[in-house]
């Protein structure tokens, strides 16, 4: 997962694993093998100093058979360890010692025993006490090491999630902002940081939801005011002489054009689309059919029958706030409708000049126009923002672009019903 927490997790616990693995070799590599020779040596003293003692007493007795430890008549049997024979026999002549020893293996026994020849030919036996390492070491190493990687790896989960959680919270609560930035309030419980981070999120949403409350009432009363001083001009325009008041009623017409627009597009910032079924192949023929009537030059091309939920007047104001820009500023416009993967999409091609790619992110801005020489046109910008909000309510996307052999793509995408 892409996540600051799955990235920090996984670079904590693989350092853990590295540390692990670098110490374990160290070790290897610092530990010091065996001295054999000091065990030697050892081992020859104690065949000196036990033979010596028993040559003194010639009447040691001899062991049961069978016993490896004391005085025996014959050496004990079994092979010969020839590494350990030669190292005890160098310690020995170390020593000044001329004797020899044999080291065996006999049968039955939990390790080698010596057998050193005395000087009344009897055979003194020694076992060779033996610190047995474990049969299996390699899979106790890596057991060893698994499990100090296993454990240190959940405890550093634990504290990572501990640590990660307020940012985890964000996370969340970003993914779940709906399409006008609202912020569902969040529970504040659990861990101190996590109440705090729940905190401040809802103090955000709180501030975040009065700022856009407060900036839809201002446009809407500022639009809604704009209707009573045009009502008065309008009035007074018809007192002048003809050329003026013509020009003084297209002003006062665009005026209310931009009125108009501004309250619309507050009104659909604020309100929520209604579970109500709408054909929208039916929809967009009879877009096309109305603005055709009135001159405009629109051509359904495709239509496939496709089933959206959607409030009709809304929806019905976007596409032909869609099907108008394109007519007007591409000259002509080829309308389609279609459906794919659970999807309504409605495209509108035009065979104008297109948008500048570098203004495309700028086409749904209220009042924007990509040609300021357009302002002779009729509209007051909205229409796109208008269609955008609709499209957003009703949980679909509208995208633009522009056409390889030229002119402007508009593409709604809308959730079908299946």
Known sequence: MNTLRAKLTGVLVGSV???????????????????????EDALAAQIVLLAELIEERADAPSIPQGAFIGVKASPAGGPVAEAPT?????????MGDTRQVVVSDPPGTQGPVISSQLADGRWLLMP??????????????????????????????????????PLALL????????PHGELLPLREEGPTEVRVAARAINLLSSRLKSAMESRIRVVAAAGHDL??????????AEFLDEEQRDAWI??????????????????EEVETPAQTSVALDALVDEVVAELREIGMPLTLTTSTPVTVIARPLAL?????????????????????????????????????????????????????????????????GLGLAIAREIVVNHAGTLSLGNLPSGGLEQRVSLPALQ
Do not use: Y
């Open 316 to 380: 019905k104001r976007a596409i032909r706030n869609l099907a108008i820009n394109a007519a007007t500023h591409g000259r002509e416009a080829r309308v389609s409708v279609g459906a794919c993967e659970g999807r309504a999409f409605v495209r509108i091609e035009d065979r104008g000049p297109g948008i500048p790619p570098e203004m495309l992110d700028r086409v749904f801005e209220p009042f924007f126009r990509v040609d300021p020489a357009r302002s002779a046109l009729p509209g007051a």
């Open 86 to 94: 030669r190292g005890v026999n160098a310690a020995l002549s170390r």
């Open 128 to 165: 060779i006490p033996m610190i047995f390492a474990p049969e299996d070491q390699g899979r106790a190493l890596v057991g060893w090491a698994l499990m100090l990687a296993l454990g240190t790896t959940a405890v550093m989960i634990f504290a990572v999630r501990r640590l990660t959680a």
């Open 171 to 178: 996370e969340r609560t970003a993914a779940a902002i709906g």
């Open 227 to 236: 209707r009573t001083p045009m009502t008065r001009m309008r009035l007074r």
């Open 250 to 267: 297209a002003d006062l017409n665009e005026l209310d054009h931009i009125a108009d627009g501004a309250i619309r597009l507050v009104r």
């Open 17 to 39: 694993v590295l540390v692990v693995l670098l110490a374990t070799g160290l070790s290897f590599a610092l530990l010091s093998p065996p001295h054999f020779e000091a065990a």
